[in-house]
Nanobody, 121 residues
Framework: QVQLVESGGGLVQAGGSLRLSCAAS????????MGWIRQAPGKEREFVAA????????YYADSVKGRFTISRDNAKSTVYLRMNSLKPEDTAVYYC??????????????WGQGTQVTVSS
């Protein structure tokens, strides 16, 4: 089992920035690819970004490319999502997730509880 706890969400104005963190425990963190997935009200979960276990490979949804950066610190068992130039359409609950495979879909094995990000116009 992998336990994941997100933090760092909040309310921000359009154009602002936030950094989300996700602390993992339970298994060897570097063995797992990590992803950020979001879900807006009334919508399905949407892939945002993913990073390989080593951190060498990253992927982004087209909607966030150039604005968001995923990174990880394996010594701290933590993955981050830096979000710049935020838009109202980025408003969602953001989930951290883990999987043995690097996935570009919301089909991860382990999930955190989510953190709310609200971007006001």
């Amino acid at each position: 089992q992998v336990q994941l706890v997100e933090s760092g969400g909040g309310l921000v104005q359009a154009g602002g920035s936030l950094r989300l963190s996700c602390a993992a425990s339970g298994r060897t963190f570097s063995n797992y690819a990590m992803g950020w997935i979001r879900q807006a009200p009334g919508k399905e979960r949407e892939f945002v970004a993913a990073i390989s276990g080593s951190g060498a490979t990253t992927y982004y949804a087209d909607s966030v490319k150039g604005r968001f950066t995923i990174s990880r610190d394996n010594a701290k068992s933590t993955v981050y999502l830096r979000m710049n130039s935020l838009k109202p359409e980025d408003t969602a609950v953001y989930y951290c997730a883990a999987s043995r495979l690097l996935l570009l879909t919301p089909l991860y094995d382990y999930w955190g509880q989510g953190t709310q990000v609200t971007v006001s116009s």
